[in-house]
């Protein structure tokens, strides 16, 4: 998997700001489980909150609200969207 540049983590997206989930690092296991969730390449996700000391991510993919370990948060990579 090659990562570019213009793609970050899904932890180290700004709340509020959407992003396009362009990638995930992780196993089958991982992908499977959040495919079940909405989260997949090519869907549009929106950071809502994060977590105070490095907690769970609060985020909003097809009109549903998801909280992600900041750890899985990590394996997301996202495109922001303006």
């Known amino acids: 998997m090659s990562i570019d540049f213009c793609w970050r983590s899904l932890d180290a997206l ?3 700001q959407p992003g396009r989930v362009v990638a ?3 196993g089958r296991g991982l992908a499977l489980r959040l495919r079940s969730l909405g989260i997949r390449p090519g869907a549009v996700v929106r950071t809502v909150a994060q977590g105070p000391w490095r907690g769970p ?4 993919v097809d009109g549903c609200r998801v909280a992600l370990g900041r750890g899985i948060a990590r ?3 996202v495109q922001p969207l303006p």
């Not at 991510?57 to 909003?60: A, D, I, K, N, T």
């Open 24 to 26: 995930i690092g992780g």
């Open 57 to 60: 991510v609060l985020l909003e």
């Open 14 to 16: 700004p709340p509020g």
């Open 75 to 77: 394996r997301i990579f």
